[in-house]
């Protein structure tokens, strides 16, 4: 056999193995990790909260629950572009509360992290407000409430899908 030929079958063995060895891995060192009581808690207060390609609310379905439509329209509406759900771990603490531990978001995917904060931490946003009629204002007219936002009107969405974003802030505590 040609010298090439062997190098190129080395260089595809050597790939197909690292990735499935990540992959192994990966996923069991993932699956390791138990759930927290939190993840249990949000798990239920979703309907449920893992991605899969198998999964019907993934592929169109509505989400089993209030708060579950909430995380959806969440996503859809690109919130998570402008909010992060997970504080740094330094001064993020006192204001936006503390991060998550690995096994409060165990199973969930997508799990909204974000990846660059323009506008305050989600991830505690009950602990500090849970009042329904400010969440209403401010989603409809954000400079209503807080002068200056740079956040959009939400003006589109329906009194059901506020309903249902509001029932999935109140989820964050
Ligand atoms: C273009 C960026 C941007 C987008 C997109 C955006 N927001 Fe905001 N949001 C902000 C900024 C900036 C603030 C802080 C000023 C204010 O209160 O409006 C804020 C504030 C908030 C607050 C209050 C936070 C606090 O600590 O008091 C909530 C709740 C919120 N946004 C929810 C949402 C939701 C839900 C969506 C999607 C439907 C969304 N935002 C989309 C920029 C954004």
């Known amino acids: 056999m040609p010298k090439y030929v062997a190098g190129a079958v080395l260089v595809v063995l050597v790939i ?3 990735v ?3 992959i192994v891995g990966g996923s069991t060192y993932m699956n390791e990790i138990p759930k927290t009581e939190l993840a249990i808690e949000k798990e239920k207060m979703l309907g449920h909260s893992a991605w899969t390609i198998h999964d019907p609310w993934m592929r169109g379905d509505d989400a089993p629950t209030l708060a579950g439509k909430g995380k959806k329209i969440f996503i859809r509406e690109g919130c998570w572009w402008c909010h992060t759900l997970l504080p740094e771990q330094t001064q993020d603490w006192t204001y936006f509360g503390e991060p ?3 096994g409060d978001v ?3 995917a997508p799990s909204l992290f974000g990846s660059d904060r323009k506008a305050p931490d989600l991830l505690h946003i009950a602990s ?6 400010w969440h209403y204002v401010h989603h ?3 400079r209503a409430v807080t002068p200056g936002s740079i956040m959009p009107a939400f ?3 329906t009194d059901h899908e506020l309903d249902a974003i509001i029932a999935y802030l109140d ?3």
């Open 16 to 18: 197909f193995s690292s």
């Open 128 to 133: 500090r407000n849970r009042v329904k009629a």
């Open 20 to 22: 499935a060895i990540t």
């Open 100 to 102: 998550p531990v690995a």
């Open 155 to 157: 003006t589109h969405l």
């Open 106 to 108: 165990q199973g969930e």
């Open 171 to 173: 989820t964050l505590k």
């Open 140 to 142: 409809r007219d954000p």
